[in-house]
């Protein structure tokens, strides 16, 4: 399903001598929540003015972050424009956008040692990253520090019958279920391996090309470097479509490493999603890639046991009044300010972020605070699992032959069906047909999930 939503800009983003100015369009910012606004929004926040260290870099990795929003790696095919996403937190920007098939989320972060100016404000916006900036990015060369403003000039004067730059672009909702399922997923990576600027460039270079690149491919360890092994060990990180890793080469001349993250694996491991991030001079470029190159994100139903719980939407009413685009989003101060215990402020997150609204930067191990375009009551009707186990349970459905704490067995009737679930701890397991399918990697079946919000029901 597809949204359309309308840019408006004041002019072009433009690459001028000696500047850099992205223009903006809508956003929210910490100055408009506290001030005179009750929305929070802003049609054209100003972010940012100061000076590029690094002008060649920034430029390169900025030209990768749109080139990925207009990318379809799965069936490739001609698509639209879709512009990235900014936040600015005060320290640092943040730009990111999702492949048009939603399996690829990539991220640039230009970190204070990368930047010399002003953090006008802290929130976030689109930014327009036309064809003619494109082309004229890609010829960016280190030397004079470059100026960047992100958002309109201050001293800019615009008059009621000023031109509006408009374009409408359709949104796919599937990037919002995007963010939210790298959340969840990316909270159970560690880093796995560190690679040194030569191997990386070497290790990438190397990878299968769009026409051999077919499944899943499982790289260990080895040394200095990863090694291709046949199947899943300990410690190994899974890449599937090894192709969907391009975004990253144009950088390899500017990078010092390569880390690669991961979750736990043992020989019986099935696909899994993986983080590669660049390390650059005063920046990070990140691409974090999905389980399976023929499906994005927004199916993995990571996010679906999170939205579960009974208060969640409350508390996440209650934690979103206490973010302010902070760097670093602290789990325990969040649940001292709140008065909620920590796994409520987890679940609390969670639900924040599958509506767009929390990230998680690996190379900090920390979350951030950011906001997108859609109204976060959209998270349910975007989770279509967890409406139809609500419906399960109005409807008397869940029938427990057990149930007691560590060991619960139930059946559930579905249409002219019956389907049988067991909970054995952490362990859970289902007779219909989508599990016997997903076998549980793509998140609980409806069943599942009625059967867990009866038991929150009964207490």
Not at 265 to 281: G, K, R
Not at 383 to 389: D, F
Not at 402 to 430: E, F, I, K, M, Y
């Amino acid at each position: 399903m597809e949204a359309t939503q309308t840019y408006s800009y004041r002019r072009p983003s433009l690459l001028r001598p000696g500047g850099l100015g992205l223009e903006t369009s809508g956003g929210t910012t910490a100055r408009s929540l506290a001030a005179t606004n009750p929305s929070g929004t802003d049609a054209h926040p100003q972010f940012f003015t100061g000076f590029l260290q690094r002008p060649a870099v920034a430029a390169a990795g900025l030209l990768a972050v749109a080139e990925v929003a207009r990318t379809r790696y799965f069936q490739p095919a001609e698509t639209s424009f879709r512009d990235p996403v900014v936040t600015s937190d005060g320290e640092r920007l943040r730009f990111e956008s999702f492949s048009v098939c939603g399996g690829v989320h990539l991220r640039l972060d230009v970190l204070a040692a990368g930047h010399d100016g002003d953090v006008v404000d802290r929130g976030t916006t689109n930014v327009d990253v036309n064809e003619p900036l494109r082309r004229a990015l890609s010829g960016v060369l280190d030397g004079a520090a470059l100026h960047l403003s992100v958002g309109p000039d201050e001293v800019t004067v615009t008059t009621k019958t000023e031109k509006l730059v408009e374009r409408k672009v359709p949104l796919p909702r599937r990037w919002v279920r995007g963010f939210g399922e790298i959340y969840v997923l990316s909270g159970e990576f560690d880093a796995r391996a560190e690679l040194s600027a030569a191997e990386a460039a070497r290790f990438l270079r190397a990878l299968p090309s769009q026409r051999r690149a077919s499944g899943a491919f499982w790289f260990a360890p080895a040394g200095r470097s990863l090694r291709l092994v046949s199947r899943p060990v300990p410690g190994a990180v899974c890449l599937a479509g090894p192709q969907r890793l391009a975004a990253l080469l144009p950088l390899l001349r500017f990078a010092s490493g390569l880390r690669v993250y991961g979750p736990v694996v043992n020989a019986s491991s099935q696909a899994v999603a993986s983080a590669w991030e660049v390390t650059l001079p005063g920046m990070r470029l990140t691409a974090t890639v999905s389980p399976d190159a023929t499906r994005g994100f927004s199916g993995e139903g990571a996010v679906l046991d999170a939205l579960s719980g009974d208060t969640v939407a409350e508390d996440a009413d209650l934690i979103s009044a206490l973010l302010a685009f902070e760097p670093h989003i602290d789990t325990p101060t969040l649940a001292a300010e709140s008065g909620l215990d920590q796994t409520r402020v987890r679940a609390a997150l969670v639900r924040l972020g599958a509506a767009g609204r929390i990230g998680r930067d690996l190379a900090e191990a920390a979350s951030f605070h950011r906001e997108l375009p859609f109204d976060g009551a959209v998270v349910e009707a975007l989770n279509p699992r967890h409406g139809a186990a609500r419906a399960l349970v109005a409807a008397g459905a869940v029938q427990f032959e057990r149930n007691r704490p560590g060991d619960v067995a139930a059946l559930v009737s579905s249409g002219t069906d019956t389907h049988r679930v067991r909970l054995d701890g952490d362990r859970r397991s289902c007779t219909c047909i989508w599990y016997a399918k997903h076998l549980g990697t793509r998140g609980p079946c409806k069943h599942v999930l009625a059967v867990q919000q009866s038991m929150r029901v009964e207490g």
